[in-house]
């Protein structure tokens, strides 16, 4: 075999393990996502790109490129905490992914009742945290900022408070019928209440098999608030929200 022809094996065993590797960590460790819509505003920004670890919840099918169903269930499989933002597949498809906020655990009893939540007939306490103005999916809209804590899913559990928006307590999704989590399922919500399809809409989202949970968001490695023409690279530096690059999510 000569040099060159060596070469090349030798660069397409390199091509082929890096390849193994990366969709090995992928698989096992941690995945890149970026935000789409505004459905977990504040919290979650359009232009946001992130990081979710596979192992949180376990591995199922849907912790592997493309899904093969080359098993069920959950290997090493662990409930997720209320509070925490996760990514999973969407149950109507098993395909399309989103990522909310889970506020219900198997067995919870969930509820809007005039624009505000109720978890096991308990009020989920929020208090007024000023206002918010909202950007990225048509025009800047002025919300109402609250910071709700949810309670914890065990006694001697932190409960978790994070970050809300409202544009008011009588959305059509405000008051809702009384939902019964059953097994094997979470349900899950948009920070930004009043802008987001989630577990409220049954036929659209609805509960969430623990199964197609693909992991929890970790951190933001980078973010860009993307207004300029693509061509206008002059303008890159400037679009990128510097404070976010890095930041924890919770």
């Not at 030798?10 to 941690?30: Q, S």
């Not at 505004?38 to 979710?52: A, E, H, K, R, W």
């Not at 019964?180 to 509960?207: C, K, Q, T, Y």
Request: net charge neutral; hydrophobic share 40%; no cysteine.
């Amino acid at each position: 075999m000569s040099r060159s022809s060596s070469s090349l094996v030798e660069n397409i065993k390199t091509i082929i393990y890096a390849g193994l590797i990366a969709v090995g960590i992928r698989t096992v460790a941690f995945e890149p996502f970026n935000i789409p819509s505004g459905s977990m505003i504040p919290t979650l920004l359009i232009g946001d790109y992130l990081f979710v670890s596979k192992y949180s919840y376990g591995y199922s099918r849907f912790s592997m490129p493309l899904a093969p169903p080359l098993f069920s269930g959950r290997i090493l499989g662990r409930l997720p905490a209320r509070g925490d933002v996760a990514v999973f597949k969407l149950p109507r498809d098993n395909s399309t992914d989103y990522i909310k906020r889970i506020i219900g655990l198997p067995g919870d009893r969930v509820q809007m009742k005039a624009g505000q939540l109720y978890v096991n007939g308990k009020i989920v306490p929020r208090k007024e945290a000023g206002q918010y103005l909202a950007e990225g999916e048509g025009p800047r809209t002025l919300l109402k900022r609250y910071v709700e804590t949810l309670p914890p899913a065990r006694d001697g559990d932190t409960p978790r408070a994070h970050d809300i928006l409202k544009a008011s307590d009588n959305e059509m999704l405000d008051n809702t019928e009384e939902f019964r989590i059953p097994e094997g399922h979470v349900f899950a919500m948009g920070d930004n209440r009043d802008n987001s399809l989630d577990s409220r809409v049954l036929n659209a989202v609805g509960f969430i098999p623990v199964d197609n949970l693909v992991g929890r968001a970790e951190f933001i490695f980078f973010s860009i608030n993307a207004t300029a023409p693509w061509w206008e690279v002059w303008e890159w530096p400037f679009e990128i929200r510097w404070t976010r690059l890095f930041k924890g999510i919770s």
